[in-house]
């Protein structure tokens, strides 16, 4: 067993579970379930997962198994290369119930792996972990086992974080839901964005030039990199592009729209030869 396994972690998966925790019984401290995706050469990726119902008692845990593998089924007829890679658990820490439901998946998947999300925010943020189960003994001795931490990351592909963009607008307002933006409000916004990275770059360089600032070589490097990466054009060369791509972008919007009306005319004039 490797332990150094890397578990990669997409947005969907975090905000289901968050959904499953604030969807809990209310006798409920914590929601388990089953996470799903795939592994490859130590990388386990984590595209989707579901709830498990359960209730963890003193002695003992009761979990809804059936439940569990009908709804592994019925996701197997709509992505059939989404496999168990192991199961996940609210809260901070590994507790004594964590090795009976290890044992469930451990006969589900080969290694398992066993990931925690804090959703009481412990320290103001939402800690995640992930583990290993390792064998503890001696042959012939006392046996035991022991959950090792390994690697967490979060990835995510350019839908995700589309979503994400779109999330994170509401963080600061008191409005709940936004509306995706046109492709020239995305332009406007884009480039705002950047001009104002741009002149957190250009006060850095003139802090370290007039000594107000340490110089770093990593940043200086990266700078020098991301300088050589733009091609060199004069300003008509970058004029001549940029309004050619505006115009091509106008005659898409164009395009679109024309294509609008023409349904709606089309929608109209069946409803006339139908009288």
Known sequence: MSLNLVVKVHPVVLFQIVDAYERRNAEADRVVGTLLGSADKGIVEVTNCFCVPHKEFEEMVEAELNYAKDLYEMNQKVNKQELIVGWWATGNEVTSYSCVIHDYYSRE??????????????GAHMGIKAYLNVPLGVPGGTSGSMFTPIQVEIV?????????????????????????????????????????????VLAYVDDVLAGHAQPDNTVGRALLDMVHSVPNMTHQQFQDMFNSNIKDLLMVMTLCQLTKTQLQLNEKLTLLTSL
């Open 109 to 122: 998947c080969v290694n398992p792996v066993h990931m925690t999300v804090d959703t009481t925010l412990q």
């Open 156 to 200: 995510s592909y350019e839908p995700e974080i589309v979503g994400i963009r779109l999330c994170q607008k509401t963080v600061d307002t008191q409005k709940k839901t936004v509306e995706p933006m046109n492709d020239l409000a995305q332009i406007a916004e884009a480039a705002k964005k950047l001009s104002g990275l741009l002149d957190s």
